[in-house]
């Protein structure tokens, strides 16, 4: 990756020829050594080497998950793994022996770059098999720079605490913060997240280190800060929430933020980072609702029509689709992702940090939060992402999961809640049907249920993120 002050001052023309170089030299130097674009390409008559850049790439197929990871053979994956290059193609190692010396660890010629450091996996919200994905020396330090970049882009310093309430599990959520910890310096303790210390020790943690910043995914964060407000529990000392690993709408963080006040923060920022784990780092929000800053020098976004797969114009929702442009280990050319970009893409400078970094736009939905359903008027597409924004922004909510099942032929929903304190005397179950059934135009009953029942439900300390809807019926 690039010098970060460089990178920052460059201007949108500059970070376009950035990418095109970049893109260029991928093809031309690596993707000659990749076992399945190489083979995929020489099946299509396209040689590699001879691509130059952008206007090139959509010779290429879109690559999906079920590529990467068939049901039926589980070491496909490694076919995506970059091959190291013969000594022949190494460059030769310059300077003489103090040169060396600097550089001890180092194979000659740099091949360490391609040599395994970690194995992560996709988190495999929706229930499907976690994709592995390979990461080399290389990828671990692009890894700790995207971190250090956010933390440099939120004013983040060595003098601050750092609580990091991410899972722990092999997955770039929880690595890519510690990494910036570590590389920042800064007093940090690596809970591990609800699952391993559980909420009552995370938020003791916060008190003793006197914590300045807590990261986490969105509904652990909503949780532990409506929690210290329903127990008066202060934390003067906080000023900052970073949540990512699941998508966060712009609703639910003016909710978090809220109760961060109520606690008695010292200020109430919250700051979205989106972790796509194909990409190989995550993408920060700079401030809230200026867009996810995708890295320029690391990968290249284009915006796409989900059905189509035609390019969609600047600022036009579709779907996210990632090429990777300084990777080794797993390299993936144009990944369709699933996620919806709401906001499209822009490449204006941002507004707020004055960077002309690429920025996803508005909230990132999911595909797999689209759902047939059988309706008053017949089958329907119906898109759940909205359904969520909706719950989260029902301040008498404190927690709620939605069950979709079948009953006599037909679909229903089942709406399970925890109201706030003081919320169920207004009519709130009433509201909630009316609401979700104009929605969705098919029957809703709601039910209340213990906080107990709803967080085992959610497991909202049991995985690796919440899940929020649940489809029960029969396929």
């Known amino acids: 990756m690039e010098a970060w002050n460089k990178l920052s001052q460059m201007k949108p023309q500059e970070i376009k020829n950035l990418q095109e170089k970049k893109l260029k030299e991928m093809f031309q130097k690596e993707i000659p050594r990749h076992p399945y674009y190489r083979e995929m390409l020489e099946a299509k008559g396209i040689n590699a080497s001879e691509m130059s850049g952008s206007g090139d790439l959509r010779q290429i197929p879109f690559t999906v998950k079920e590529d990467i990871l068939p049901p039926d053979d589980r070491m496909h994956p490694w076919k995506f793994v970059l091959e190291a290059p013969s000594e022949e193609e190494q460059p030769k190692q310059k300077g003489g022996l103090l040169s060396k010396l600097l550089k001890k660890g180092e194979k000659e010629g740099g091949a360490d770059e391609y040599r395994l450091s970690q194995l992560f996996y996709t988190s495999s919200r929706t229930g499907g098999k976690p994709v592995p994905l390979v990461f080399t020396i290389r990828d671990i330090e692009n890894l700790k720079e995207a971190g250090n970049r956010s933390f440099n882009m939120w004013g983040f310093s060595r003098d601050d605490s750092v609580v990091n309430a991410f899972s722990f599990v092999p997955n770039i959520s929880f690595w890519q913060q510690f990494h910036a910890t570590m590389e920042l310096g800064a007093t940090a303790l690596q809970t591990g997240g609800g699952r391993v210390i559980g909420a009552e020790r995370i938020v003791t943690v916060m008190q003793n280190l006197e914590a300045q910043v807590l990261m986490t995914f969105p509904g652990y964060a909503d949780f532990l800060m409506q929690s210290l407000v329903f127990f008066n529990v ?12 699941e998508d966060a709408p712009q609703v639910l963080l003016d909710r978090i933020s809220k109760n961060m006040e109520k606690a008695g923060a010292k200020d109430s920022r919250v700051y979205r980072t989106y972790f796509l784990s194909e990409a190989k780092v995550g993408w920060p929000e700079c401030s809230p609702g200026n867009g996810y800053h995708v890295h320029p020098d690391h990968a290249l976004v284009e915006i796409v029509d989900p059905e189509t797969g035609e390019p969609k114009g600047e600022k036009e929702p579709g779907e996210i689709v990632v090429t990777n442009l300084d990777a080794r280990g797993t390299v993936l050319l144009r990944f369709k992702s699933g996620d919806i970009a709401t906001g499209g893409i822009t490449y204006e400078p941002c507004p707020a940090c004055g960077r002309a ?17 059988n309706t008053s008027e017949g089958k329907k597409n119906l898109d759940f992402n909205n359904i969520r924004r909706k719950l989260f922004a029902y301040k008498e909510l404190s927690q709620w999961y939605l069950e979709i099942k079948n009953e006599d032929g037909g679909d229903k929903l089942n709406l399970k809640i925890f109201p706030a304190q003081g919320a169920g005397e207004n009519g709130l179950e009433e509201k909630l ?30 995985g690796i993120t919440e899940k929020r809807i649940f489809d029960l019926r029969e396929n």
């Open 357 to 373: 970094f690429p920025r996803i736009l508005g909230d990132i939905d999911k595909k797999h939060y689209y759902y047939e359903l």
């Open 433 to 462: 049907k009316s609401d979700l059934s104009g929605e969705t135009g098919i029957p809703v009953d709601v039910e209340n249920t213990s906080i107990e029942d709803t967080l085992n439900r959610i497991g909202m300390e049991k």
């Open 234 to 245: 202060k934390v003067p000392e906080l000023e900052a929430i970073v949540v990512g690993m």
